[in-house]
């Protein structure tokens, strides 16, 4: 089923129905949406199953189908040839955001093996959707559904295709490469004339030969560390979109494509995440096209929306490091023309934070709500309402707006990102303006947020920097940038995330420290109600993809400057990817990767 069209299945057997049914679903690299319905009769009896396409475009369609002779019908009131639907082509135009859609349907059913057909009808004609062949007529007194039914043989397959395919008016169409139904140019449709390709046969070779041509080959001597790099892999290409439609023109990457009407979306809170993982891809354009629908669907203020829409930016935000990452992608496919293209749009991105989220101009960006960080019910948060939550547990019992030490650290890598573009494209005053801007955040963020006595970054009240007295994971984020000087003491802050009373738990890093009176991995303490995104002591992939980057560059700064004061050890690294990985399968089973 999707949003266009329907393949009902409905059988002339009872509820026990002794037929075996397989489906599959999947888009080609043709960007054709294609289903395949299998029925295999195993009985010794003749099966009878109703097929039927039902199909909406939106819009007025032509239609032309062909029916083959399928034996004779018993019937009270006269015995009947039946007419079994063996394919269907449908065609129709639609405009949308202003551009001219050609939209294509095809439907085949094939015996496995196929046989010679004789056709009984064909049809054609216009009309405003396509309601199937038996159904418009299946719940009438009359028997005369039983002219479309498919008779499946004691021991015979058949297999029911539908392929969809929307595209540019102007756009040649290339669904015939992956479905072409059978015509009645012929009283006879011959066996080689039906299209008994194997659709999934083919589009598994597509796919894998999508991954040989991009991924780089990995092994190691562990197995989970090998199936989750494959799996992320298979992630990334599986919720790819590239839509080429209103402001959708560039490949890009949804959050997720399970039942859900929010993670499909184009979403700004892991796009960060989603760039440096597609710029390890051999094509350029996967990370390239992610970033640039960012940047062409800046807000009004600069900053990037909540989620991106084919009719642009949608409200809202998310705390996020987008930016940031148009360096880190340069850096394994560096091409000074994409960079000269994007860098304006990514100024404007960290010009727009600045100006909006930093009413005080003392660098530090101001938060007002936990639901935008994407990462809900941060204690600090309610840290000046004594850990307590409004009646409807949406917000904490006294509003606040905080200072915050991600969103603050995130800028700052945005800055220094464009900073560093500009200096390569020869900029040279256009650098200097987001240099200064990323010294003035990292010196706002040592003087104000580093608390010597907790050895650790907190964020504050924006009215009056008064402190919110909570460890939380994006303490350490101002690691992940470099943001800190090496060997002045800042690295102490590590203590408290490999510290097993505060961070280090079970299977690290949680998202506050349990010293924190809020903290639990289940409910909200004192009040026992919970919200299906927690970060008041659950441990999150999001977070901990951050701090382990955090944790590489630390490693590597206190070794290159010889700082032998930092807590933080290889092996700590190692440790949390380990648990990291193990905790992205299912029971740890080595089948069930999430």
């Not at 997720?256 to 796009?271: A, E, H, K, L, Q």
């Not at 809900?376 to 019992?397: L, M």
Request: charged share 25%; glycine share 6%; aromatic share 12%.
């Amino acid at each position: 089923t999707t949003e266009i069209y329907t393949l009902s299945l409905h059988d002339a057997l009872p509820i026990s129905n002794p037929l075996q049914i397989t489906c599959d679903k999947f888009i080609t690299n043709s960007d054709t949406l294609v289903s395949i319905v299998k029925v295999h009769n195993p009985t010794s009896q003749v099966q009878t199953i109703y097929v039927d396409p039902i199909v909406d475009f939106g819009a007025p369609l032509e239609y032309w189908d062909v029916k083959t002779s399928s034996g004779l019908i018993v019937r009270e009131d006269g015995d009947i040839s039946g007419r079994e639907p063996r394919s269907l082509s449908l065609e129709g135009r639609k405009e949308l955001l202003g551009q001219a859609l050609a939209l294509r349907f095809r439907y085949a059913v094939v015996d496995d093996p196929p046989r010679p057909l004789k056709v009984a009808g064909a049809s054609q004609g216009r009309t405003a959707s396509f309601g199937g062949f038996a159904r418009p007529v299946l719940d009438q007194p009359s028997s005369l559904h039983q002219l479309f039914g498919h008779h499946i043989q004691p021991g015979k397959t058949k297999v029911f295709k539908a392929a969809l395919e929307i595209r540019p008016e102007k756009e040649p169409s290339r669904i015939d490469s992956v479905l072409k139904p059978a015509t009645d140019r012929s009283l006879v449709i011959k066996s080689e004339d039906q299209d008994a390709r194997d659709l999934v046969a083919g589009q598994v070779r597509d796919t894998q030969s999508w991954f040989d041509g991009n991924l780089a080959y990995f092994d190691c001597s562990d197995p989970f560390i090998r199936k989750m790099y494959y799996h992320r892999a298979y992630v990334l290409r599986k919720n790819m979109v590239d839509p080429k439609l209103g402001r959708m023109q560039w490949p890009t990457q949804s959050e997720g494509r399970w039942r859900s009407t929010w993670y499909p979306n184009v979403i700004s809170y892991g796009g960060g995440h989603q760039v440096r993982e597609a710029r390890w891809l051999r094509d350029p354009k996967y990370w390239q096209g992610h970033l640039k629908t960012w940047a062409e669907n800046e807000k009004a203020d600069g900053v990037y929306p909540s989620h991106v829409t084919l009719a642009g930016p949608a409200g809202g935000q998310y705390t996020d490091w987008i930016t940031s990452t148009a360096w880190e992608g340069q850096l394994v496919h560096p091409d000074d023309e994409f960079l000269s293209q994007v860098v304006d749009k990514l100024a404007a991105n960290v010009r727009g934070w600045q100006k909006v989220y930093d009413p005080d101009g003392d660098g530090l960006l101001m938060v007002d709500s936990h639901w935008w960080t994407g990462m809900e019910y941060q204690p600090s948060f309610f840290f000046f309402s004594d850990y307590k939550t409004s009646k409807d547990f949406y917000q904490p019992a006294r509003q606040v707006s905080l200072e915050r030490v991600d969103l603050t650290a995130y800028n700052y890598g945005n800055a220094l990102a464009v900073a560093r573009i500009y200096r390569r494209l020869g900029q040279s005053g256009n650098a200097e303006e987001f240099d200064r801007l990323a010294a003035k955040i990292a010196a706002a963020v040592l003087k104000k947020m580093w608390r010597p006595e907790r050895q650790y970054f907190l964020s504050l009240r924006a009215d009056d920097k008064a402190v919110a007295d909570v460890k939380e994971v994006i303490g350490v984020y101002p690691f992940y940038f470099g943001m800190v000087p090496w060997g002045k003491g800042y690295e102490s802050a590590w203590s408290s995330i490999i510290d097993p009373r505060q961070f280090w738990t079970k299977w690290p890093v949680a998202s506050v420290s349990q010293e924190c009176p809020a903290f639990s991995q289940k409910v909200w303490p004192g009040d026992g109600r919970a919200m299906g995104c927690m970060w008041n002591g659950p441990t999150w992939p999001h977070a901990n993809s951050l701090v382990m980057t955090a944790m590489a560059r630390t490693l590597r700064a206190t070794r290159d400057h010889k700082v032998a004061s930092s807590p933080l050890e290889r092996k700590h690294l190692w440790d949390l990817f380990a648990s990291f990985t193990k905790a992205q399968f299912r029971n740890q089973d080595l089948l069930y990767p999430w």
